[in-house]
């Protein structure tokens, strides 16, 4: 069945023509759920198993999340989980840093093995940050309702049995302001410094410049991990964020094909587009049975996904 493997004239990759489509369709789906599009699990795949490495494998995965995230997105605005000051703080913080990010893969990391270690250390820290997240949901009572958020930043996440229980799965009285922003879900206030968000947006603008998924899946983690925001209403405006800068990496990359010379810049277009047609259906679904997933699971799909590729990356470095 030789007619069912296609090579593709950018990246030079030769696969089955439904690999890519599959591939991209599972790892959606679960990752949606916490607001990452799975591109950053999408780049291992396409570095280790289709042995694509050149810098333009970056562009390819922005690529990627610019014809998968919509349905995504589309869905958690339908369900009325967006909290939009969120998401354009997310888009704002991290735009900048995605050129700066862009301008830092092709300079200083074109070496795929170095850019590995260096997304290995980055992705260890998220991990291990959410992992200590989860164990702390756990050894929660059951039967509380969580404390009250003070100050600028939550102080406690909903428990996922209440959140279930009570369906309340709509943001309200959201709040915007130039020092915070406040919205209400599952019962619960939440509220956070505007100028802390837009900080730690700015900075995983460039990590996410540099590893190809645009910033708002680094985002989504760092939101759970260390503003202590629900899962279950930061996803849509992570995903959002990641659309949007992925426009941003997407375009930037293209422009600077015309500089780099004889180095594979531009994306490899054929082959976003395929991943992406599989990563529209998995958003779509993985949106759609979120609610009825508890936020700790969630959370240990992302601390799971982002603990492995990271080890994975720095064994790489070190053998």
């Known amino acids: 069945m030789d007619f069912l493997y296609v090579t593709f004239a950018v990246s030079g990759v030769k696969t089955w023509v439904f690999l890519p489509p599959l591939v991209a369709f599972v790892v959606s789906f ?3 759920m916490g607001g990452v599009s799975g591109a950053f699990m999408l780049l ?17 995965n922005q690529l990627f999340n610019i014809v998968a995230i919509p349905s995504g997105v589309w869905r958690y605005i339908k369900e009325k989980r967006m909290v939009w000051p969120l998401a354009w703080t997310v888009v704002i913080g991290t ?5 700066i990010g862009v301008w830092v893969r092709l300079e200083y990391l074109p070496d795929p093995r170095n850019f590995k270690f260096f997304a290995g250390l980055v992705l260890l820290y998220v991990g291990v940050r959410l992992f200590r997240d989860i164990i702390k949901t756990m050894k929660k009572p059951s039967g509380g309702n969580g404390k009250q958020t003070t100050g600028e930043t939550t102080q406690s996440v909903p428990q996922a049995t209440t959140q279930a229980a009570s369906q309340n799965f709509v943001v309200t009285d959201t709040r915007f302001s130039l020092k915070k922003i406040e919205f209400g879900f599952g019962g619960e206030h939440f509220s956070f410094s505007l100028l802390g968000v837009l900080t730690l947006c700015f900075i995983v603008g460039i990590v996410g410049g540099i590893y190809g998924i645009g910033g708002g899946a680094i985002v989504a983690p760092f939101f759970v991990a260390f503003f202590h925001l629900p899962v279950h209403a930061v996803a849509g405006a992570a995903l959002l964020g990641t659309f949007m800068t992925s426009i941003a990496g997407v375009a930037t990359y293209q422009l600077l094909s015309n500089f780099y010379v004889g180095v594979s ?9 395929l991943f992406g047609i599989g990563g529209f259906c998995g958003m779509y679904l993985g949106a759609r049975c979120q609610k009825y997933v508890p936020a ?8 799971f996904c982002v603990v492995f590729i990271a080890v994975k990356y720095i064994f790489d470095f070190i053998k």
Not at 44 to 60: C, D, I
Not at 95 to 99: I, Q, W
Request: overall charge positive; proline content about 10%; hydrophobic content about 45%.
């Open 95 to 99: 735009l900048p840093g995605v050129f």
């Open 265 to 273: 810049v531009a994306p490899d277009w054929y082959l976003g587009i």
């Open 44 to 60: 291992p795949f396409q570095m280790s198993v289709l042995h694509y490495t050149a810098p333009s494998v970056s562009g390819t």
């Open 296 to 303: 700790h699971k969630i959370k240990f799909i992302l601390c």
């Open 30 to 32: 679960f990752t949606s």
